[in-house]
């Protein structure tokens, strides 16, 4: 099957290059040659072209920026793999649409107020040891002060929790090192509690504050009765990272606007762009969260909206709040992965700041403070404290690390570049142009204690000219660099189709272990087994009054039950579970014009709930092309109108009449289509097929669906014996429909195998 | 910047192959060997692989699925360029969420009901001469019968037209060859107009119909009025095409379950999959629109919900309609690029079924009829109007058309596989196994009077274990064939992160010509003139009793006005412009907690209406990072609490005092900006970048920001006549943003003249 280019001829021998045939190069030559492909960019596609069935060494999540999900893609192919629904209704997964994904968003109601978006920016990967395990990711919703947590094991929100106190946030999310809190810091400065007060008391009402999310890992839940947060004076915090090794239990978030400027453009005053950037220098938030924790155990906080607020007196009578100076305008406060240091950009600076824990640290045990800021937070002296500052270029906005010791790399917006530089010497070793104006960028697990090196991703915020034009609004461009070298080398130019990310995390591939079915009847947004699982053969509709209950399941091609009566003005809940065991047999389920639509991966429950206030004849159907008769597996939800309310409806009756020759002939049929398969069967067996996961798999979903059959040919002779002909030859087509899926299962395993190399082997 | 590779020394001269470098050669030979590559898969790298700033050959618009969303990307690099909202709401595009585009998605009310998603099936592009011609897209919505037109100038969605009579469809959408109609056939039977009949009377009172909706394209818009249906018998319709060349005028559409049969597997009966696919053949409809549309203009339609329908007896008395059987369960009729013949194939059948148009019309012309239906519709003797039926494997479902005459492409559900064949002679040229079951396929253009050749997509509906693992619910695969030799050669696989896409449409890079930016002061979702657009300068809030209206602008970066004071119950409006002129200069609006997303491109105006129904001090910010100073392009909406209505609020003061001693460093910083500003122009002046038309957008907008630093810099120099430090240092502070702005763009010319080998050119 893959044996299209005949390699026969070998020509040349390169170095290293091996055999190569007279087509292959011919070809080559003139794809490049046609196509305006440089050597460099042969070896750029050859470093990222990823062959069918190929995996990727990383698997990156991204945030979507205003479109509220999460972004799934794979380095080095730049294969967007999924886009994950966090915060905005999205119909393919039912999220938002299933009565079970409902009550996640409805969690993020804030005051009441139901939102569906969200501006997501800073993906975080639990920890174990500083160092991503796979299991969680946690995000923030600028737009709307929340988090949410998605588990790993199913790529599915499971939780939102809303922030008590702040109107905005921006520093979030960030883990400390084993996943005990997920840092969320304010960013515009609000009256906590999301109260009022007016402006000309912004001083003195207006605070920041930074929460700390209690996770509890087993059950996969924040804990909203065990967090906390610290109240922070009204300098517009930003992004924050937890310390790690020397720095564990300590926390770092910037901050820009600590002028603390209010605009006022429209009464001719310069705008808030204006006064947010006219001193030379910001605050870093040093805050010991290991030690608030302990003060917030100890009750030393005041409630707002029922939330344990440590007041910023009680934080700085109690050593836990400190203040450094930082270039104006910082976008990142980055740990280095040995936890000794931290680097901060200055986006209206030439430098990044490496700032020394240990100095830090020793300034703040010996209590030696330059001054205090007007809230009387003690301020460290930044020259004391500070390691090395290297000058990168215009616009250091974001560091992220490599698996080298010593080595970052920043981005720089202004500049359109990433600077590669030694943090230790202070010394910059290269640079490399993106395309363009680049905002975060990421290493792999370059965030984390132990970094895996290899690939750097530029999130750059303005493609311009780099994509086949798609209207005014553009896509995004992420660029893939090379790091693994002493110069940096772009690869690859990824457009984003939706919403503007802005922060991503990496992990290597093998520490994944998604599930590829639930359990049989679990609801997937709690995780647990969902009451309204039904087996099939124990499908019921349950009738009471003003309300009809459907305990319905799909396996391929069909729906139990298909035919629902309802009266007009009925609530009508459909719960259907998917009892199918074989991966990636997903089906759907949507009511024409009234509701869906549900995703139903195997194993899984979901629910649809909805008021029938329209008589009709309405078709259900499964949304998710599953088989040959896909588009057959159809039903009908009856709304009878007001005047025919309880009435028993008559049956329908067979448009067409099947004869004995009809059965003959299927029947006939079947048995010819059972002489095929268990050809392809016994193929199968004479191979090494148990040596191949995927295929073993398909062999117990193709034994799953002979075993259907089977039952189907039994109801086939049952009726032959009462010469019942028009019974006898739908289940017999039934039987044939269960064959040819078996048959479509065969195929699929014939071929692989075939592509796979399966040996022959003796009885 | 792109010469990292040095290509110094050559070793080796292949056939074609020129000089290759031995570093690069090495380099080659090492990452295909640690890559696992073939000598295939670098070829198919090569064809596919697309360096930044390169453009695709082909622009596809595949459906969403139940994303309810349009997807967009590039052949051959299979890189996504853009979803598209259509049907569900999408925050980044700010569809659904800005008041302008809340009027599209309520066009889609269907009987007074909100739907917020949708089943999007087949999208077409607009055709001039049976060729796409990059005006428009139409798709369909599977789940609420629905059609949707999008503007290809914006890649936005425009108008929704909810089908007045059908409950379910599938057959759509379909455009005749110059846009007159646009095709959308039922699916599952209703009664027509959503009406209530019980099963038991499914052969009388169900119905099919087929609905063509006249497309006005000066308006860019369907007229409603102008449009009609013809009513159909209970078979379940399925896809459709119109004719062409000498079919022109006629249009073709599949069924299944020409059975009628009603499962109920709940009663213990056989379930719909049984039934429906029990009789050896279903019927192909042969449908007249040119004539159908003189029959519905001269009056002889009946009326069903104000919407004109030609009843199916008159459809058969005025000739416009036929029947012919074709094997079972088809799934695709398509209309050959001569219009000479139709393909169809059926998914439960092995072969393929050329229909010859010449002798269809011949049988029809001559009313040689084989029999009537049950309603009779006249039926054609199948073998009498065949061309040839060609063997292609098991589960032939779509067929699309390569550039050469004669060579069709036709999907195999239960092979899954793609066969080539001669439908002329009626000869299989050859087959390519794909990963898996595929559904639909695609050539480029493949579906129009003049295919484009090169490349097929095969649309995959199960990707099983393709890619890493994401959870129980996979992406699809769309995998690129090489159709350019006799042999298909695979050249890519695609995940797809968002929806099950089912049809999907090719059109030629160079006949799109979208807009870069808007006309200033544009309302995206009518294309005409917002009356609530304001310049710069214009910025008014306007209250009433009850009601307060902003007519704001965003510039990078502010937004006028920026505090807004409104009374707790208040009805909130924000009018925004974008006032940028710069292409992919888009900013977005969001008001914490309360309401967002706009998404503002170049000249968009764009809305977002409230109640203002909590009281607090809230903060609205630019949701796109659009520049350096984007985190401080914010503003507070101010909600005064009931005791405080209509009160005056005192301003805020500001927090630091600036000196003359703050001013004069400001203003010796700015003057020395303007010197490197100086030398960057210097630069770009000394070349031949005016044959760069990225570059002169640029430049242009440069100019702006030069233009508004000088505005600032008369209002700094006003400041400092008066002694004013504070104003006076502030304004130089804004003054000098708008050089950091033009240095920001100066600098990315800079590159790009670089990158592109600008020359230097006389004075």
Redesign the interface.
């Known amino acids: 099957?893959?044996s299209?280019?005949k390699?026969s001829v070998a020509?040349?021998s390169?170095?290293?290059?091996?055999t190569?045939?007279?087509s292959?190069?011919?070809?080559?030559?003139?794809?490049?040659k046609r196509?305006?492909?440089?050597?460099?960019?042969?070896?750029?596609?050859?470093?990222?072209?990823?062959?069918?069935?190929?995996?990727?060494e990383f698997?990156v999540f991204s945030s979507?920026?205003?479109?509220?999900q999460i972004?799934?893609?794979?380095v080095p192919s730049m294969?967007?793999?999924?886009?994950i629904a966090v915060f905005?209704?999205?119909?393919?997964?039912g999220f938002g649409?299933d009565d079970e994904s409902k009550k996640i968003l409805d969690q993020g109601k804030?005051?009441g107020?139901e939102?569906?978006?969200?501006?997501t920016h800073h993906p975080a990967l639990s920890e174990t040891n500083g160092k991503p395990d796979g299991e969680f990711l946690f995000i923030n919703d600028?737009?709307?002060?929340r988090v949410a947590v998605v588990s790993?094991?199913?790529?599915?929100t499971q939780q939102i929790v809303v922030n008590p106190i702040l109107?905005?946030e921006?520093g979030g999310t960030f883990v400390t090192p084993n996943s005990e809190y997920v840092i969320e810091a304010a960013?515009?400065p609000?009256?906590l509690g999301?109260?009022?007060?007016?402006?000309?008391e912004?001083?003195d009402k207006?605070r920041g504050a930074v929460t700390y999310w209690k996770f509890d890992r087993a059950k996969g839940r924040i804990d909203v009765e065990k967090s906390f947060s610290i109240e922070l004076p009204p300098y517009?915090q930003?992004l924050a990272d937890a310390g790690k090794g020397p720095s564990d239990g300590w926390s770092f978030i910037n901050s820009?606007?600590a002028?603390?400027?209010?605009?006022?453009?429209?009464?001719g005053?310069?705008?808030?762009?204006?006064?947010?950037?006219?001193?030379d220098a910001d605050y870093l938030h040093v805050i010991n969260w290991k030690k608030a924790a302990e003060v917030a155990a100890a009750g030393k906080t005041t409630k707002i909206n029922g939330h344990d607020v440590i007041p910023m007196k009680t934080a700085i009578d109690e050593g836990l709040l400190f203040l450094i100076a930082e270039p104006k305008?910082p976008?990142g406060a980055d740990v280095t992965p040995d936890g000794k240091y931290i680097i901060v950009g200055g986006?209206?600076d030439t430098n990044v700041t490496v700032y020394s824990w240990e100095k830090i640290k020793a300034a703040i045990d010996a209590k030696q403070f330059a001054s205090k800021d007007?809230y009387g937070i003690p301020i460290l002296d930044m020259k004391q404290v500070i390691h090395k500052q290297v000058q990168l270029g215009?616009?250091p906005l974001h560091t992220q690390y490599d698996s080298k010791p010593c080595i970052a790399y920043t981005s720089l917006?202004?500049?359109?570049q990433v600077a590669k530089y030694d943090y230790c010497e202070g010394k910059v070793l290269d640079k490399?142009?993106v395309?363009?104006?680049i905002?975060h960028l990421m290493t792999m697990e370059g965030d984390s204690a132990a970094p895996a090196g290899k690939y750097l991703v530029a999130l750059n915020?303005?493609?311009?000219?780099?994509?086949?034009?798609?209207?005014?609004?553009?896509?995004q461009n992420h660029?893939l660099i090379d790091i693994t070298g002493d110069?940096m080398?772009?690869l690859?130019?990824?457009?984003v189709?939706?919403?503007?990310p802005?922060y991503a995390a990496a992990i290597a591939?093998d520490k994944?272990k998604?599930?590829?079915?639930?359990k049989y009847g679990t609801d997937?947004r709690t995780g647990l087994d969902s009451p309204f699982a039904v087996r099939p053969g124990s499908?019921k509709?349950v009738r009471e009054p003003g309300k009809v209950t459907v305990f319905g399941t799909a396996i391929r091609?069909?729906?139990?039950?298909?035919?629902v009566e309802v009266n007009e003005g009925d609530e009508v809940t459909f719960h259907i579970t998917n009892s199918e065991r074989a991966?990636?047999?997903?089906h759907?389920f949507?009511v024409?014009?009234?509701a869906?639509?549900l995703?139903l991966?195997?194993?899984?429950t979901a629910s649809l709930t909805f008021k029938a206030?329209?008589?009709?004849?309405?078709?259900f159907?499964c949304?998710?092309?599953?088989s040959?008769?896909h588009?057959?597996?159809?039903?009908?939800l009856?709304?009878?109108?007001k005047g025919?309310v309880d009435q028993v409806?008559?049956?329908?009756?067979?448009?067409?009449t099947?004869t004995k020759a009809?059965f003959d002939k299927?029947y006939k049929t079947n048995l010819d289509t059972q002489t095929v398969i268990d050809s392809v069967v016994k193929y199968i067996m004479s191979t090494n097929y148990k040596d191949f996961p995927?295929v073993v798999a398909l062999v117990e979903d193709a034994v799953d669906q002979l075993n259907f059959a089977k039952e189907?040919r039994d109801?086939t002779d049952d009726a032959a014996k009462k010469g019942d002909w028009q019974?006898g030859?739908?289940?017999a087509?039934?039987w044939w429909?269960y064959q040819?899926k078996a048959?479509?299962i065969g195929?699929?395993v014939k071929?692989y195998l075939e592509?796979h190399g399966a040996k022959t082997v003796a009885k």
């Open positions: 099957m893959r299209i280019l390699t020509v040349a390169l170095v290293g290059w091996g190569l045939s007279v292959a190069a011919e070809n080559l030559a003139d794809v490049m196509r305006g492909l440089s050597q460099k960019d042969l070896l750029a596609a050859a470093k990222t072209y990823t062959p069918t069935g190929g995996r990727d698997v979507g920026g205003q479109s509220g972004m799934v893609y794979g294969r967007l793999l999924k886009y905005t209704p999205e119909p393919w997964q649409f804030i005051d107020r939102i569906r978006w969200g501006d600028k737009a709307n002060p790993l094991h199913d790529f599915e109107q905005s921006h960013q515009y609000g009256v999301r109260g009022y007060a007016p402006l000309s912004f001083n207006f517009t930003d820009f606007c002028e603390r400027y209010v605009g006022g453009i429209e009464q005053r310069p705008p808030f762009e204006a006064g947010c950037s006219a001193n305008s976008h986006k209206l007007p215009l616009g917006y202004v500049d359109s490399i142009s395309h363009y104006n905002g915020k303005l493609a311009i000219d780099r994509f086949n034009p798609v209207g005014p609004l553009h896509p660029q110069k080398e772009l690859y130019d990824m457009p189709p939706l919403g503007e802005h591939t994944l998604p599930l590829i079915r639930y997937s499908e509709i091609s069909h729906f139990t039950p298909e035919i991966e990636d047999e997903t759907g949507a024409s014009t009234y869906g639509n995703s991966e195997p194993g899984k206030d329209r008589p009709g004849a309405f078709s159907y949304t998710e092309f599953c040959a008769l588009l057959e597996m159809e039903g009908y009856m709304v009878k109108p025919l409806s008559a049956k329908a009756t067979d448009a067409v099947y009809d299927q995927t189907s109801k019974q030859t739908l289940w087509n039934q429909q040819v048959a479509d195929l699929r071929t592509e």
